[in-house]
């Protein structure tokens, strides 16, 4: 599985972004895909992930109320929209693929998210 992430930047406090994840390549079924974010000194931290057998979601608790996480029409592609972003979402972010039977974890390149005071 290859994933392929889109997005990030550079946003003033309060502003939005929006981060893309693509999945290709052969693999069995997809079971979630969503974003992981890694912030320098803590623990890497899920963000938002959405279920696709059940079409849920579920969010990090820092998060809730402000991302919305999305599965677009293209089949293996998700979407996160950022709003109301604070300095403390400033990270690295993670695209993830849970894949097959044995839900393996497979990563795509990290992407900056950088919100200024």
């Known amino acids: 599985v290859q994933l392929q992430a889109s997005g990030g930047g550079l946003v003033q406090a309060g502003g939005s972004l929006r981060l893309s994840c693509a999945a290709s390549?052969?693999?069995?079924?997809?079971?979630?895909m969503g974003w992981y974010r890694q912030i320098p000194g803590k623990e890497h931290e899920m963000v938002a992930m959405?279920?696709?057998?059940?079409?849920?979601?579920n969010y990090g608790d820092s998060v809730k109320g402000r991302f919305t996480i999305s599965r677009d029409s293209a089949e293996n592609t998700v979407s996160l929209q950022m709003n109301s972003l604070r300095p403390e979402d400033t990270a690295v972010y993670y695209c993830?693929?849970?894949?097959?039977?044995?839900?393996?974890?497979?990563w795509g390149q990290g992407t900056q998210v950088t919100v200024s005071s």
């Open positions: 993830n693929a849970q894949v097959g039977p044995l839900n393996s974890n497979f």
């Open positions: 390549g052969t693999f069995p079924s997809i079971n979630a």
């Open positions: 959405f279920l696709f057998k059940s079409d849920s979601t």
